[in-house]
T-cell receptor, first 114, second 115 residues
Framework: GQSLEQPSEVTAVEGAIVQINCTYQ??????LSWYQQHDGGAPTFLSY????GLEETGRFSSFLSRSDSYGYLLLQELQMKDSASYFC???????????????FGRGTQLTVWP | KAGVTQTPRYLIKTRGQQVTLSCSPI?????VSWYQQTPGQGLQFLFE???????NKGNFPGRFSGRQFSNSRSEMNVSTLELGDSALYLC??????????????FGPGTRLTVL
C-alpha cells in the first residue's frame, strides 16, 4: 500500500537549521511536494521535486532521492513565523494512463523557540 | 486573482442529517480536490475532479459524494452524518493533474461539527 513517514514533531531555536525527513512507499511516483500549514490556516504549497537533487527557494530547500524513496525539507535561518505543520505529499500511479491519488503524510509540527 | 473560496466556513449538524459543502476554485483552475483533515488521521484524500469528471476517489464510504460543474465549481455531499465525520473539509484547486501543474491551492476549509 501507500505510506508516507515523517517525524511528528521537531523543535529548534531561531536562527537554526532544521531538516524534516519524509520516506514514502507508493505504487508509482510522480513527484514529492511539501506544504506548510499554520494553526487555523489552510495548507500552502512550498516546493515540488520530480527529479533527484536539491531545489532551493529562499530559506527553504527540498531534496529528493528516488532510489531511496526519500526526501527532506530543509529550513534555514529559522524564524518564529516558521512554527507550523509541514506535510510531504506524493501521487501514486492510477489505473491505465490516469494519475492516482495524492497522499499526504501525517505532518511534522515544527516549533521554533526564541 | 481571488483564491479558493469555500462555503460555509462553519457548520453544525446532528447525526443522520446530510450536508452539502461548496467550493469555488481559482479562476482558470480546472481540477478540484477535496480532503478531510482530522487530528488523528491528518489530511485524507476524498476525491478529485477535472473537467466535471471524477478522476480519483479516496477510501471513504459511499455517503461521501461530490460533483463538479461546468464552471469548475464543486460541491461535496455527506449523507447520514456520523459523529466521526466531524472534521475540517478542505477544497483545493490546481491548473491540472500532473507535475507542477498539480500544485494544490487550498481554500480556508469548512469546519463541520456533528453532534
Amino acid at each position: 500500500g501507500q505510506s508516507l513517514e515523517q517525524p511528528s514533531e521537531v523543535t529548534a531555536v531561531e536562527g537554526a537549521i532544521v531538516q524534516i525527513n519524509c520516506t514514502y512507499q507508493t505504487s508509482g511516483f510522480y513527484g514529492l511536494s511539501w506544504y506548510q500549514q499554520h494553526d487555523g490556516g489552510a495548507p500552502t504549497f512550498l516546493s515540488y521535486n520530480a527529479l533527484d537533487g536539491l531545489e532551493e527557494t529562499g530559506r527553504f530547500s527540498s531534496f529528493l532521492s528516488r532510489s531511496d524513496s526519500y526526501g527532506y525539507l530543509l529550513l534555514q535561518e529559522l524564524q518564529m513565523k516558521d512554527s507550523a505543520s509541514y506535510f510531504c505529499a506524493v501521487r501514486d500511479r492510477g489505473r491505465g494512463s490516469t494519475l492516482g491519488r495524492l497522499y499526504f503524510g501525517r505532518g511534522t509540527q515544527l516549533t521554533v523557540w526564541p | 486573482k481571488a483564491g479558493v473560496t469555500q462555503t460555509p466556513r462553519y457548520l453544525i449538524k446532528t447525526r443522520g442529517q446530510q450536508v452539502t459543502l461548496s467550493c469555488s476554485p481559482i479562476s482558470g483552475h480546472r481540477s478540484v480536490s477535496w480532503y478531510q483533515q482530522t487530528p488523528g488521521q491528518g489530511l485524507q484524500f476524498l476525491f478529485e475532479y477535472f473537467s466535471e469528471t471524477q478522476r480519483n476517489k479516496g477510501n471513504f464510504p459511499g455517503r461521501f459524494s461530490g460533483r463538479q460543474f461546468s464552471n469548475s465549481r464543486s460541491e461535496m455531499n455527506v449523507s447520514t452524518l456520523e459523529l466521526g465525520d466531524s472534521a475540517l473539509y478542505l477544497c483545493a484547486s490546481s491548473l491540472g493533474t500532473s507535475g507542477i501543474y498539480n500544485e494544490q491551492f487550498f481554500g480556508p476549509g469548512t469546519r463541520l461539527t456533528v453532534l
